[in-house]
Structures are given as C-alpha cells and as structure tokens.
C-alpha cells in the first residue's frame, strides 16, 4: 500500500512554506493564499489554511534504510531532535525491524524520519531532501481503532500490518511502503505527552493498482 497524497490544515500557511521548503527542502507544486502543496518523494503533501485550526498531525516519512545516521547529521542544523528518555534521538521499532527520529515542524505537528530495514530501498551518497522517499505514516484518531481497520478491509481489501501487535487502542493498516495508524483519542503521540485529537484529513491511497480515497 502507498500513500500518494494527504491533505490537512493548517493555521499559518507561511509557517509552513517556509518550514517545508526551506528546512526540509520540498519542492513546491501549487501555492495560493488558502493552500500550499509539495512534492515529498512519490507522494503528496496539501496544506490546507483554517486560522481556527488548534491541534496537530503525526505522519511519517521513509528514508533510505542505511541512511539514519546520515539523516540525522543532515537534521542537526536544521531540526531538534526530540531526546527520548534513554538519552537518544534514535527508537528501535524491534517488531517493525526499524529505526526512526521525530521533530515538529513549525506548527507543532510530530513528524518522523523512518528507516524500514525490510524495505529494499539503500541509497548511495549523502542525505538530502531527494533522501525523503515517500509518506509512509499517517495518523488517524478514532474512537474504535479495530472498527474502522476492519472496516477498511471490507469496504477497500486493505490489511492490517502484520508486523504490528494490532489492538483497540492501537492499529495499523498497510505495509512498509505506507501505513494508516489508527489510535484512540487521548493517546500520547510516541515518544510525546501530546494527546492525539482527531483531526480532519483527507488520504488518497494506491493499493493492488487500485486508487483509494479517504475522508476523515
């Protein structure tokens, strides 16, 4: 499964051109007052302006599998880190077979570097923006994260991850290439003591060739 595109909101559409285009280094696709799109390796990231919007997202980005350390001298001078209890920037996602980093834009939203060492995806050179491969995480807050997965297997032959221990609280949906993690409210955002807010976003999906659109 991949995630070709998501679209969510955003309170302060020059905050965040400058952020993605600047620090991170994404390539701007459309720009207008109310919205602003980029490219973020094969998938799409839409901003979309709401001043009243007041809650944050959590996604995720792919990363070359051998490229974490690399990733993470590139974020030195660009991003801090956020330091887990052990003292590091660096989660090991044993099950997943995977490493990830996470740092907030400048809306506050949680976001993450991930290499997936299942993916077949190394990449020779230094890290740079073409190193940020796809979207390869997005969250969504529910109230019955079973529910709507098996719910999106019926209506759409989507899966659950196999790797993940799937439970009420927390599910996921997809594979290495993309994933929909489905959460309860309340629940703090990894490694944060955010509380997840069920936001509205809009995901377009490619599975088994099929082309799949969803509202949240």
């Not at 939203?109 to 990449?123: G, K, M, P, S, Y």
């Not at 997965?149 to 996921?172: M, P, R, V, Y």
Request: proline content about 3%.
């Amino acid at each position: 499964m991949r995630i070709d595109q998501i679209q969510i909101k955003t309170n302060d559409i020059q905050k965040i051109k400058a952020f993605y285009q600047n620090v991170l280094g994404l390539f701007v696709l459309e720009n207008d007052q109310k919205s602003i799109t980029f490219q973020a390796g094969t998938s799409i990231l839409k901003f979309v302006e709401d001043s009243e919007f007041n809650s944050i997202y959590h996604y995720a980005f792919n990363i070359p599998a051998n490229q974490l350390e690399e990733a993470i001298k590139w974020c030195q001078d660009k991003v801090d880190l956020i330091v887990l209890e052990d003292k590091s920037v660096v989660t090991h996602f044993e099950n997943w077979n995977a490493h990830s980093v996470y740092f907030y834009d400048q809306n506050g939203n949680l976001l993450e570097f991930i290499a997936r060492h299942d993916l077949n995806n190394e990449q020779v050179g230094e890290f740079n923006p073409a190193s940020i491969l796809n979207i390869s995480e997005i969250g969504i807050v529910t109230e019955n994260p079973m529910e709507l997965g098996n719910q999106l297997i019926e209506d759409h032959g989507l899966h659950f991850f196999s790797q993940n221990t799937n439970t009420e609280k927390f599910a996921a949906i997809g594979d290495h290439h993309g994933l929909l993690i489905l959460v309860q409210p309340n629940r703090n955002w990894y490694p944060t003591q955010i509380p997840s807010e069920s936001n509205p976003v809009k995901i377009t999906l490619e599975n088994n060739e099929n082309i799949i659109e969803l509202n949240f």
